[in-house]
């Protein structure tokens, strides 16, 4: 319930949900890396500059593979299992048991003028051939409950949800689909993204990787220059 919840109040689009993850990853990884260099400032000078160069190692190897992970998990369904629903997917009819409907208020780029952004989020179930029944969530963003969703308690709204063969609790209300019906859009909208948040932290990690390995030869360097300058 709560993550249903926080998918529908917070997470709609998926842009938005990848780099709130993100966000929150680097903020866990800037957390740990305080903990670690306070540690780090108690070793001798030698060994100081030997684990900070590994920190900072291995520092920038997390960064880009968290934000895949993140980019990987934000949806609701992750990149291949939607891939497949694309591609190798069963239609059956089911019914919206529940929808919450949320708003809020956004400005336009001049910052003078706005209106209301509405978004809703619903439980939907569906029932086999040989009588298994699954139950599921989804979010829509950009849109208000249709009309004819007011009165769920008393009438459940036909939809039709495309279910993986082998793994029906695998799904997804079709009705509700404004991107990733095709290969093409989910090129677009999945992978696209996916390549460019790998690049653009991959560039991070490098770069923090590089000025370290900097600071380490010349502190290595100097390290020994202050050594022999007191054994003369």
């Known amino acids: 319930m709560m993550d249903r ?7 709609n689009h998926p842009l938005r949900e990848t780099w709130f993850h993100i966000i929150i990853a680097l903020l866990i990884i800037l957390f740990v890396y305080i903990i670690i260099s306070s540690i780090i400032d108690k070793f001798s000078s030698k060994n100081k500059i030997r684990f900070n160069f590994i920190k900072i190692i291995i520092i920038g190897l997390a960064i880009p593979i968290i934000a895949i992970l993140c980019w990987y998990n934000a949806g609701d369904i992750n990149p291949i299992d939607e891939y497949l629903l694309i591609t190798n997917s069963k239609t059956i009819t089911g019914f919206i048991t529940n929808a919450e409907e949320q708003e809020e208020y956004v400005e336009t780029n001049d910052g003078r003028t706005g209106g209301m952004r509405y978004s809703f989020s619903y439980d939907y179930t569906f029932k086999l051939s040989e009588g298994k029944i699954f139950n599921s969530y989804g979010t829509v963003d950009w849109s208000d409950v249709p009309d004819d969703m007011r009165d769920l308690a008393t009438k459940h709204y036909k939809v039709e949800v495309q279910y993986l063969p082998n793994k029906p609790e695998i799904s997804r209300v079709k009705n ?3 991107h990733n019906t095709t290969v093409y859009e989910w090129l677009r909208y999945n992978i696209l993204l996916g390549i460019i948040v790998l ?25 020994v220059a202050d050594t022999i300058r007191l054994n003369e």
């Open 5 to 11: 919840l926080h998918k529908a109040f917070f997470l």
């Open 176 to 178: 509700f689909l404004w």
């Open 199 to 223: 690049v653009f932290f991959s560039y991070f990690g490098f770069i923090l990787i590089k000025g370290a390995k900097k600071d380490y030869l010349a502190e290595s360097k100097k390290l």
